[in-house]
């Protein structure tokens, strides 16, 4: 695709990792919608109102399952669960993450050698 | 703008309406819902939650996008991959080049291999009868070397036709779910979100 300058760039990267950053928080524990949310937007800036269709997707494709459970605070919330193929999906995307960012670390770093 | 729960919905709902089915729209809305609900609980203004939730064309457009992409997925169909390409599209101006060229393109070469297999599969025979006529001696005009070589040259002839046109509904297919794999590709790069094979 294009390459965006600046600021786009950024939204890119972000956007990119949405997905197993979802997985990631669900591996740790069920969540109800906002919960996720609220868990994604503090440690990455972007419309959280875009997180609910990644959800439904992932929903379609078998990666998680909801169910209702009450709130003592309010109406019932829509908890969303990990499924085993979703678990095998979060392990199959961390590693490639990890792979990924080790060899751009390795790239950059071996670059600021080179500048010394 | 007054931003508050029903402005939001209200404006989600009005994107959304007649193209989404009533039944997936009202449980995607109930999503939106129950975050605002749930965000009052925790102390926080409809305002603060309608600017953080994002703006309403924006999660708008990547609903529809998820929507047709899966829905060509489920459904082969030239309308829901059409659709699937406009939703594309209403994400970024600049897939433009990249979704509408390569389609149109494509479009274009089936419809042109189709239709040399259609000629050929209508001259073919039309071929085969005149040799064979050449043979009884009904045709005197000499189109061709002999008429058993105008024998094998239709039969040949038609034979490539039918193979062209029949190859082309495989290439169609082909081209079908390359083309839905390229759109996933698109809106991934673009929302930032996989949608699985």
């Not at chain 1, 990990?82 to 199959?92: A, F, I, P, V």
């Not at chain 2, 919905?9 to 009202?26: C, H, K, V, Y």
Request: charged share 20%.
């Amino acid at each position: 695709m294009l390459c965006i300058q600046g600021d786009a760039m950024n939204i890119q990267f972000k956007k990119g990792v949405l997905e197993i950053c979802v997985l990631s928080v669900l591996a740790h524990k069920d969540c109800y919608g906002y919960e996720l949310v609220n868990e994604i937007s503090k440690r990455i800036d972007i419309a959280e109102g875009t997180i609910y269709p990644l959800l439904r997707r992932l929903k379609d494709e078998g990666f998680v399952t909801t169910y209702l459970q009450e709130s003592a605070e309010g109406p019932p919330r829509k908890y969303y669960r990990l499924t085993e193929s979703g678990r095998k999906e979060e392990h199959e995307l961390k590693d490639e993450w990890t792979r990924f960012t080790t060899s751009v670390n390795a790239l950059l770093l071996g670059k600021n050698d080179a500048a010394e | 703008m007054l931003q508050n729960e029903l402005e939001y919905i209200r404006l989600l709902r009005e994107r959304l309406e007649g193209t989404l089915p009533p039944e997936e729209l009202e449980d995607i809305l109930s999503d939106y819902r129950e975050h605002f609900s749930v965000g009052k609980e925790k102390g926080r203004s409809e305002q603060e939650l309608f600017v953080s939730l994002g703006a309403p064309d924006t999660v708008a457009r990547e609903i529809k996008a998820t929507h047709f992409i899966r829905k060509a997925e489920n459904t082969h169909s030239w309308g829901n991959i059409l659709r699937a390409v406009m939703a594309t599209l209403g994400l970024g101006l600049f897939n433009l080049v990249f979704v509408v060229v390569p389609f149109i393109f494509l479009l274009v070469m089936l419809a042109f291999v189709f239709l040399v297999g259609v000629l050929f599969t209508a001259l073919g025979p039309a071929a085969f009868i005149i040799s064979v006529l050449q043979i009884l001696g009904f045709w005197s005009l000499n189109l061709w070397l002999s008429p058993v070589a105008g024998i094998f040259f239709s039969t040949g002839i038609t034979a490539v036709g039918l193979l062209l046109v029949i190859g082309d509904f495989y290439l169609a297919r082909f081209f079908y779910h390359i083309g839905i794999r390229y759109l996933k590709w698109n809106i991934a790069v673009i929302t930032g979100t996989e949608v699985e094979p």
